[in-house]
């Protein structure tokens, strides 16, 4: 894949205004970035992303940050809909399987430390597709390294106070509210969501540890 392969046509000004206050990772699920990049840039596919990155770390540009990309779909985060209009979205080349390259990861973290300067989005505004849309999408999945990102100040830093001595779940659900999660879905997929997140891999039902990386203790003491 080149840097030049071309733009996406899917993609218009951004409504009422908005100007990107998110940025949204994706994965693309597919075999290679060449086939990502021919379905992003598809008309018919009704589908794209501001960037594309290929597993060597090859960044391609698909819509300019100006306009508004195809890339969220329905849902919300901290209460606010239409995350097309408000958010940049990079699409990372992985099949939802395999890790993410070294090269992959370094460039990505260029490539947001330059999005957020450019548009004064702070950590707090990096977020998953799963996280404005639990239940419904599963990307960047359980191989994304958060931790690497928040270490470096590009994603939002998680709570570290011990979990509380009684488990409830409507208390997970105020924090996890104030953290971002507002979307309108059931328990279960609230929950996954969370552990997508900050706790990979994690089975079961709610336990005291989900409510730790949430932070906002003050909802759930």
């Known amino acids: 894949m080149t840097p030049d392969a071309g733009r996406s046509p899917n993609c218009g000004p951004r409504r009422d205004g908005l100007r990107p206050s998110l940025i949204v990772l994706h ?14 840039c598809d008309p018919a596919a009704e589908v794209s992303a501001h960037y594309l990155l290929a597993r060597d770390g090859t960044l391609l540009t698909l819509v300019d940050e100006s306009l508004r990309a195809w890339h969220a779909g329905a849902g919300e985060w901290h ?10 979205g990079i699409e990372i080349d992985n099949d939802g399987v395999c890790g993410f390259p070294e090269e992959q990861m370094a460039a990505l973290e260029d490539l947001l430390g330059a999005i957020m300067a450019r548009w004064d989005i702070p950590p707090e505004g990096v977020i998953g597709h799963s996280d404005m849309a639990p239940g419904r999408k599963f990307d960047p999945g359980p191989l994304f390294d958060w931790e690497r ?9 998680r709570g570290t106070a011990d979990g509380p001595s009684h488990v409830d779940a409507a208390a997970f659900r105020r924090a996890a509210r104030a953290a971002g999660y ?40």
């Open 27 to 40: 994965y693309t699920a597919m075999q290679s970035a060449e086939a990502a990049a021919a379905r992003l």
């Open 79 to 88: 209460g606010q809909d239409d995350i097309n209009s408000r958010s940049i």
């Open 149 to 157: 990102l928040e270490a470096r100040g590009l994603a939002a830093p």
């Open 182 to 221: 507002t979307a309108d879905v059931d328990d279960a997929d609230l929950l996954a969501a969370v552990r997508l997140r900050y706790r990979a891999g994690a089975k079961g039902p709610l336990c005291a540890d989900d409510f730790v990386p949430l932070g906002h203790r003050e909802l759930w003491a």
